[in-house]
């Protein structure tokens, strides 16, 4: 006896209070507070920000505690949410020079003006599992003050430091700040794409994708043997520029990190060797991704560099088409969707190709016997 | 022309931005999917001096910051590049090989629409689409359609339309899959010509 | 009307009509003119992430929120049935978000947005069939470059797309393409029907309605106008032929529709059944019955016995 299975809209409503009963968890543990989450899980919100390309901390705190802690699931929340909102303005290009510095290395040189100031990192921590934080008694020193106040001027090591000698490539600042830059959420993507819309993917790109790739172009899929020129984190302030207003007004600050990278030199005998360079930006505090961000930019400049694509990470539509996460894990979580039509198909397709075999070894096999007897005759 | 649409004051867009929008589309949509099928608009808008009635609604449907009008000289009235500008919020553009929307009238010059963009082989939609207001369109067989769209064939006549409308179609036609599409626009009725659309004229 | 679903969380109040915003409509329908001017070809739209994950028919959810008006009635299908839970959840988003009416009926419904099936039924002029569609691109599995493919399709070079399909042949004795099966649409483009099965391919000739075609992940937008010549590709020798069953359908005795295997226990036991559950429910309404209709599934359909 067969009946068809119906009911999958009561099955979607007991599966989503299913799902809110697992987000909640024990209830007699207390409930997570977004607040909790902005402040104390600050990198899971900046790479939900930075992903989801909406710098909103709060938004973020929701997403991460709606998406039961799955980053992508709270950025793909975070992206839903952005597409709808109306545009009322664009920023003035940000100016990382003028950063209020947390956190300033180069690996460059090993002194340079304006300090290497080392900022909370995990570089030095000794990755011991801290029992303490389990026994929920953190209560951390205050942190000690700087001994010197942090220099007002912190030149740009790559612009302000080793351009001064031409030795690298020479990255001007565009004198019209206010020509259009590619948006890839309001244009679709053409290819080959320009560096604007690239490095506008790289920095939405999934942390992990990009990651992998920068590595990659380290391990020989791509020759562009970089060092970390400078890595800036801290926080800049955001302008808009209203027509009517006719001067910027400051719409707040947001946190940043941006890397630079040093990389191959190019040049002949004739033409003066230059370093050439990758760029990396990114919301939050997020070193590996504004480094990977670097490393795959520079890949990716092969082209204009006229270099020899050897490695996935150089190939620009490649990079592009595959490092947006919540479109990746749409399309590869959807094969769990039904395809039955489509397999009875190939089922169909399958047995009647299999009969056809059958017949045809059938047949040979009956030639073959009907053969033999003449054979030992 | 009404009396309100020729003062300089502002005239009112689209009542339901939303529903509005979607009707005149669906017209649209409709009128394209089924060229030389004739169709009515079925929202009633403030008109502009220089504009009709239909060409102001296919407007403040589809137009916005993205796309660039140009429109002709009989077109281009303050009244029209205000209204356009405030509901529509587009640029207006007098180089007609830039436009995306070009608005004329059936008896102006119409020697521009050469210049129109008709896109390239890789993206045959980056092209051009002409609104023509027109004073009558019928059913009466002056032209006979066949193509996409269109099941046998289509009689359509636009009152006016001179032969070298039909010298630059006939052109216009080879050039496929690039192209201008035509949307005619009369005071009350919409009828459309895909890029895709055979003419034989009779 | 749908029930709405009891999700405190949804505020589906703060959006828009249809979810979009008007702007976003607006590019997408700008999309949708040049698609019918252009039968076939794929132009690149701006699409944005909707509330659903990429690949469960975000595209078609686009072109339909942008087609859809509050006089619309709704009909949303996923492999042919209307209640299969990606269905259900895309029906009650436009019930929510566009408050339009919603049914279940082919022939009441102005907009039918599908997921691999075109229904049994003749489709009317006055009828929108909306297609989600994963990968547009037909030449996709043979290059991976966009940048070649619409090179491709620009000097109508499809050799390729021959060759592969010969091949098949070569090794199988068939082609070996049973779904997504492509079609040159109106003697110039090569077009992906969506992964519909090839049984399909001829209901898009010449069909009354208008068909569009949304990808949202590869952000393509496609369309056949209605009456627009789609032919499946094949060989003189190997002339393009759909899928038959030697079974009819279990519930409803149909000889003519797309058939659903359905496993009845682990000894090898299956029956047939219509994947349009509305073809097939219609037809039992009317009193056709196959061989292992067992009773009135229906409720209220007729009480005459079914064929033994
Ligand atoms: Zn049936």
Request: charged share 25%; proline share 6%.
């Given at each position: 006896?067969?009946?068809?299975?119906?009911g999958?809209?009561?099955?979607?409503?007991?599966a989503?209070r299913?799902?809110?009963?697992?987000?909640r968890?024990?209830?007699?543990?207390?409930?997570i507070?977004?607040d909790?989450i902005?402040?104390q899980?600050s990198?899971?919100?900046t790479?939900?920000?930075a992903e989801?390309?909406l710098y909103?901390?709060?938004?973020?705190?929701?997403?991460?505690?709606q998406?039961?802690g799955?980053l992508?699931?709270?950025?793909?929340l975070?992206?839903?949410?952005?597409?709808?909102l109306?545009?009322f303005?664009f920023?003035?290009?940000i100016?990382?020079?003028d950063?209020d510095?947390s956190?300033r290395?180069?690996?460059?040189?090993?002194?340079?003006?304006?300090?290497q100031?080392?900022?909370p990192?995990?570089?030095?921590?000794?990755?011991?599992?801290?029992f303490t934080?389990?026994?929920?008694s953190?209560d951390?020193l205050d942190?000690?003050?700087?001994?010197?106040?942090?220099d007002?001027n912190?030149?740009?090591?790559?612009?302000?430091?080793?351009?001064?000698e031409?030795l690298?490539?020479?990255?001007p600042?565009?004198?019209?700040d206010?020509?259009?830059?590619?948006?890839?959420t309001?244009?679709?993507?053409k290819f080959p794409a320009?560096r604007?819309?690239r490095?506008?993917?790289?920095?939405?790109?999934?942390e992990?994708?990009?990651?992998?790739?920068?590595?990659s172009?380290?391990?020989?899929y791509?020759?562009s043997?970089?060092?970390?020129?400078?890595?800036?984190?801290?926080?800049?302030s955001?302008?808009?520029e209203?027509?009517e207003?006719?001067?910027?007004?400051d719409i707040g600050?947001?946190?940043?990190?941006?890397c630079?990278?040093?990389?191959k030199?190019?040049?002949?005998?004739?033409?003066l060797?230059?370093?050439t360079r990758?760029?990396?930006?990114v919301?939050?505090?997020?070193?590996r991704?504004a480094?990977s961000?670097a490393?795959?930019?520079r890949?990716?400049r092969a082209?204009?560099?006229?270099e020899q694509?050897?490695?996935?990470?150089q190939d620009?539509e490649?990079?592009?088409?595959?490092?947006?996460?919540?479109?990746s894990?749409?399309?590869?979580e959807?094969i769990k969707l039904?395809?039955y039509v489509?397999?009875?198909?190939?089922?169909?397709l399958?047995?009647?190709m299999r009969?056809?075999?059958?017949?045809?070894?059938?047949k040979l096999?009956?030639?073959?016997?009907?053969?033999?007897?003449?054979?030992?005759? | 022309?009404?009396?309100?649409?020729q003062t300089s004051?502002?005239?009112?867009g689209?009542?339901?931005?939303a529903?509005d929008?979607n009707?005149v589309?669906?017209?649209?949509?409709?009128a394209l999917?089924?060229?030389g099928r004739?169709y009515d608009?079925?929202?009633?808008?403030?008109t502009?001096?220089?504009l009709?009635?239909t060409?102001?609604?296919?407007?403040?449907a589809?137009?916005d910051m993205d796309t660039?009008?140009?429109l002709s000289?009989?077109?281009?009235?303050?009244?029209?590049?205000?209204?356009?500008k405030?509901?529509?919020?587009?640029?207006?553009?007098?180089?007609?090989?830039?436009?995306?929307?070009?608005?004329?009238r059936?008896?102006?010059?119409?020697s521009?629409i050469?210049h129109?963009?008709v896109?390239?082989?890789?993206?045959?939609?980056?092209s051009?689409?002409l609104?023509l207001?027109v004073?009558?369109i019928?059913?009466?067989p002056?032209?006979k359609?066949t193509?996409p769209?269109i099941?046998d064939?289509?009689?359509?006549d636009i009152?006016?339309?001179?032969?070298s409308?039909?010298?630059?179609?006939?052109?216009?036609?080879?050039?496929?899959?690039c192209g201008?599409?035509?949307?005619?626009?009369?005071p009350t009725?919409?009828?459309?010509l895909?890029?895709?659309?055979?003419?034989e004229v009779i | 009307m749908e029930?709405?679903?009891n999700?405190?969380?949804?505020?589906?109040?703060?959006?828009n009509?249809a979810?979009?915003?008007?702007?976003?409509?607006?590019m997408?329908?700008r999309?949708?003119?040049?698609?019918?001017a252009i039968?076939g070809?794929q132009?690149p739209f701006?699409?944005?992430e909707?509330?659903m994950?990429?690949?469960?028919?975000t595209?078609?959810v686009?072109?339909?929120a942008a087609v859809i008006?509050?006089?619309?009635?709704?009909?949303?299908?996923?492999?042919g049935?209307?209640d299969?839970t990606n269905?259900v959840s895309?029906?009650?988003?436009?019930?929510?978000t566009a408050n339009v009416a919603?049914t279940?009926?082919t022939?009441?419904?102005?907009i039918?947005q599908t997921?691999h099936r075109?229904p049994?039924?003749?489709?009317?002029?006055?009828?929108?069939?909306?297609y989600q569609?994963p990968?547009?691109?037909?030449?996709?599995?043979?290059?991976?470059?966009?940048t070649?493919t619409r090179k491709?399709h620009?000097l109508?070079?499809y050799?390729?797309m021959?060759?592969k399909?010969?091949e098949?042949?070569?090794r199988?004795?068939?082609?070996?393409?049973?779904y997504?099966?492509?079609v040159?649409?109106?003697?110039?483009y090569?077009?992906d029907?969506?992964p519909?099965?090839?049984f399909d391919?001829?209901k898009m000739?010449?069909?009354?309605a208008l068909?569009?075609?949304?990808a949202?992940?590869?952000?393509?937008?496609?369309?056949?106008?209605p009456?627009?010549?789609?032919?499946s590709?094949?060989?003189e020798d190997?002339?393009?032929?759909?899928?038959?069953?030697?079974d009819?359908?279990g519930?409803?005795?149909?000889?003519d529709?797309?058939?659903d295997?359905v496993?009845?226990?682990?000894?090898?036991n299956?029956?047939?059944v219509?994947s349009?559950?509305?073809y097939?429910?219609e037809?039992?309404e009317?009193g056709?019955r196959?061989?292992?209709?067992?009773?009135?599934?229906?409720?209220n359909?007729?009480?005459e016995?079914?064929?033994e």
């Amino acid at each position: 006896m067969y009946v068809a299975v119906k009911g999958g809209e009561r099955a979607i409503n007991n599966a989503h209070r299913l799902l809110a009963e697992q987000r909640r968890g024990d209830k007699k543990i207390a409930e997570i507070e977004t607040d909790q989450i902005e402040q104390q899980l600050s990198l899971s919100v900046t790479r939900v920000m930075a992903e989801g390309s909406l710098y909103d901390r709060d938004l973020a705190a929701l997403a991460i505690k709606q998406g039961r802690g799955d980053l992508i699931e709270a950025i793909f929340l975070m992206r839903a949410y952005r597409t709808t909102l109306p545009r009322f303005a664009f920023s003035k290009p940000i100016r990382t020079a003028d950063m209020d510095v947390s956190r300033r290395i180069s690996a460059t040189f090993k002194d340079l003006p304006g300090g290497q100031i080392l900022g909370p990192t995990f570089d030095y921590t000794h990755r011991l599992l801290d029992f303490t934080l389990m026994a929920n008694s953190e209560d951390p020193l205050d942190a000690p003050s700087g001994e010197h106040p942090v220099d007002e001027n912190m030149p740009r090591v790559l612009d302000d430091i080793l351009n001064y000698e031409g030795l690298i490539q020479d990255e001007p600042v565009p004198v019209d700040d206010t020509a259009p830059v590619a948006d890839l959420t309001r244009e679709p993507i053409k290819f080959p794409a320009g560096r604007d819309l690239r490095l506008q993917n790289l920095t939405r790109g999934d942390e992990g994708f990009v990651l992998a790739l920068g590595y990659s172009t380290q391990r020989g899929y791509a020759n562009s043997h970089a060092f970390v020129g400078e890595i800036r984190y801290g926080t800049v302030s955001v302008e808009i520029e209203p027509e009517e207003l006719g001067f910027a007004i400051d719409i707040g600050d947001i946190e940043l990190t941006e890397c630079e990278t040093v990389n191959k030199f190019k040049g002949s005998k004739t033409k003066l060797p230059q370093f050439t360079r990758g760029y990396g930006l990114v919301f939050g505090q997020n070193e590996r991704k504004a480094i990977s961000m670097a490393l795959v930019d520079r890949a990716m400049r092969a082209d204009e560099m006229g270099e020899q694509i050897m490695g996935p990470a150089q190939d620009s539509e490649f990079v592009m088409e595959h490092s947006d996460n919540v479109q990746s894990t749409g399309f590869v979580e959807h094969i769990k969707l039904p395809h039955y039509v489509d397999f009875q198909g190939e089922l169909e397709l399958v047995r009647r190709m299999r009969a056809e075999v059958e017949e045809r070894l059938a047949k040979l096999e009956a030639d073959e016997a009907k053969s033999q007897p003449e054979a030992a005759e | 022309m009404t009396l309100q649409s020729q003062t300089s004051e502002l005239l009112p867009g689209f009542d339901h931005a939303a529903f509005d929008s979607n009707a005149v589309f669906r017209v649209l949509l409709d009128a394209l999917s089924r060229p030389g099928r004739i169709y009515d608009v079925p929202v009633s808008v403030a008109t502009p001096d220089g504009l009709n009635a239909t060409t102001t609604a296919t407007l403040l449907a589809m137009a916005d910051m993205d796309t660039t009008i140009w429109l002709s000289p009989t077109c281009v009235t303050k009244a029209a590049t205000d209204h356009l500008k405030f509901h529509c919020g587009c640029p207006i553009s007098d180089d007609v090989a830039k436009a995306d929307f070009a608005v004329a009238r059936i008896d102006d010059d119409l020697s521009f629409i050469t210049h129109l963009s008709v896109g390239n082989a890789e993206y045959p939609d980056q092209s051009a689409t002409l609104i023509l207001m027109v004073d009558e369109i019928s059913n009466a067989p002056a032209m006979k359609l066949t193509g996409p769209g269109i099941k046998d064939s289509h009689d359509l006549d636009i009152k006016k339309l001179p032969a070298s409308f039909h010298a630059w179609r006939a052109e216009n036609h080879h050039m496929f899959p690039c192209g201008v599409d035509v949307i005619f626009a009369s005071p009350t009725k919409i009828a459309a010509l895909s890029r895709t659309t055979r003419i034989e004229v009779i | 009307m749908e029930q709405l679903a009891n999700n405190p969380a949804d505020g589906a109040t703060a959006y828009n009509f249809a979810y979009l915003d008007e702007q976003t409509k607006r590019m997408i329908r700008r999309a949708l003119l040049k698609a019918v001017a252009i039968p076939g070809y794929q132009v690149p739209f701006a699409g944005r992430e909707m509330p659903m994950p990429y690949g469960w028919g975000t595209g078609g959810v686009q072109v339909t929120a942008a087609v859809i008006g509050p006089n619309d009635t709704l009909k949303v299908i996923d492999q042919g049935a209307d209640d299969t839970t990606n269905a259900v959840s895309i029906r009650q988003f436009f019930a929510k978000t566009a408050n339009v009416a919603t049914t279940e009926k082919t022939a009441e419904a102005s907009i039918i947005q599908t997921r691999h099936r075109i229904p049994e039924k003749e489709l009317r002029e006055d009828q929108v069939l909306v297609y989600q569609v994963p990968i547009p691109e037909p030449l996709r599995f043979l290059e991976p470059r966009e940048t070649e493919t619409r090179k491709m399709h620009a000097l109508e070079e499809y050799g390729l797309m021959h060759v592969k399909l010969y091949e098949d042949i070569a090794r199988h004795g068939h082609i070996a393409t049973t779904y997504a099966y492509p079609v040159m649409v109106d003697d110039r483009y090569v077009m992906d029907p969506s992964p519909t099965p090839k049984f399909d391919n001829p209901k898009m000739n010449n069909m009354a309605a208008l068909q569009l075609f949304g990808a949202g992940r590869e952000k393509r937008i496609y369309a056949l106008p209605p009456y627009t010549k789609v032919k499946s590709l094949d060989f003189e020798d190997h002339p393009f032929e759909v899928q038959t069953w030697k079974d009819e359908c279990g519930m409803c005795g149909a000889h003519d529709s797309y058939l659903d295997e359905v496993i009845l226990d682990d000894q090898g036991n299956r029956m047939f059944v219509c994947s349009d559950t509305d073809y097939c429910a219609e037809r039992q309404e009317a009193g056709h019955r196959g061989p292992q209709h067992h009773d009135q599934p229906l409720g209220n359909a007729s009480r005459e016995k079914a064929a033994e």
